[in-house]
């Protein structure tokens, strides 16, 4: 298998971009992604990032992406947040989520995170099914509250 998984680079927010759409639009909210690429790009590799990814190529072409950030628990610690995993859709079934999973547990191992958590929409089956082979713990106690500006 010629997949590699790398560190992303700021010339990889385009393609990021893209692929974030290509999430939206399997998660039916296409109109919901309004991050500018200049924003985009800024936050993961500005002067203070707030954002880390790792991105999987076959021959130079990126397939998919896993993108990061980091959550304090006061009762756990630093815990890694993972924003979202996405392998594009003609590539899927040749391992490459696992790939990218895998090697964000080592990157979370690594910096001492207490441990890694998610959200998974609750009719996403393909996805649920994939995390059910990590062992995961679902979550059915809390509900999410977002406040939009």
Known sequence: MGITVRRALKQDCPRLLELIQELADYEKAPEEVTVTLQHFEESGFGEKPVWWAFVAEENGITLGFAL???????????RMYLEDILVTNSARGKGIG???MDRLIVEAKEKGFSGMMWQVLNWNEPAINFYKKYNVTFDEEWTNCIISF
Do not use: D, P
Not at 70 to 78: A, L
């Open 68 to 78: 990061y950030y980091i959550r304090y628990s006061t009762w756990k610690g630093q």
């Open 98 to 100: 696992s790939l990218l």
